[in-house]
């Protein structure tokens, strides 16, 4: 949404460039975590997503890594386009029920053509 | 958007009044979650329903009341509208109340307090 980027951080790629958006999780009971993308104007869109029990996933052209050790979280996007410009938030759950989740601040990405 | 709307997407309130947004969906999706979206704070639950007539408080309740008499309709009710309600808010739905299943939102609604 609007006026969501202010004071976000920032990643600006080229196209074609992988892009990496990271974010640091601070509960250590959170067994499930969500990578998101907002589009200006829009809902978050599901794009990810990782179990506390694995440390890697794939979908297409995404990429999620899980560091439990250091509560660390990263997307990897590979061949970043235009399209994929957008602000990225990640989520945990908190080792919660009724699957409510905490959201990160999030990261603009931006791609040049 | 998975099926959820949002309505209305935009309103201009005074403070003081109140204010019902409503959220759809078409998923028959059991759980519900109501979030407001501001600058420097990210994505934040207000309130929740794990069921018809089933609700409970988020992190940033005051102010807010919810209602869910049927599975497809969540409502969100600002009793007295003040300038910090000022927000966009997102509906939410899941099919799944386990700690491991992703919510789908909707397009939001964009409320300004005056």
């Known amino acids: 949404g609007e006026n969501v980027g202010l004071h976000l951080p920032t990643l600006s790629v080229q196209e074609g460039d992988n892009s990496i958006i990271n974010c640091a999780y601070s509960?250590?009971?959170?067994?499930?975590f969500i990578w998101y993308k907002q589009e200006s104007g829009k809902g978050p869109q599901f794009i990810i997503d990782?179990?506390?029990?694995?440390d890697k996933r794939q979908g297409q052209r995404v990429t999620v890594l899980l560091n439990k050790t250091v509560k660390h979280l990263s997307l990897q996007i590979a061949a970043t386009q235009p399209g994929d410009s957008a602000v990225y938030f990640c989520?945990?759950?908190?080792?919660?029920?009724?699957?409510?989740?905490?959201f990160g601040q999030g990261t603009i990405l931006t791609v040049h053509p | 958007d998975a099926g959820i709307t949002q309505s209305p997407r935009h309103k201009v309130t005074e403070t003081g009044t109140p204010v019902t947004l409503r959220c759809h969906q078409t998923?028959?999706?059991?759980?519900m979650y109501w979030y407001r979206q501001d600058p420097g704070h990210g994505l934040r639950l207000i309130h929740y329903?794990?069921?018809?007539?089933?609700?409970d408080k988020g992190e940033v309740s005051d102010g807010y009341s919810v209602s869910r008499s049927k599975t497809e309709d969540f409502l969100l009710t600002l009793e007295s509208a003040t300038s910090s309600q000022t927000s966009v808010y997102f509906c939410?739905?899941?099919?799944?109340?386990?700690?491991?299943?992703?919510?789908?939102f909707g397009p939001g609604t964009r409320l300004t307090v005056l």
């Open positions: 329903s794990y069921g018809v007539k089933d609700t």
């Open positions: 998923e028959n999706h059991r759980y």
């Open positions: 990782i179990r506390s029990n694995m």
């Open positions: 939410a739905i899941s099919d799944r109340g386990t700690g491991d299943n992703e919510q789908f």
């Open positions: 989520a945990e759950n908190g080792g919660t029920s009724y699957g409510k989740l905490t």
């Open positions: 509960n250590s009971a959170s067994d499930y």
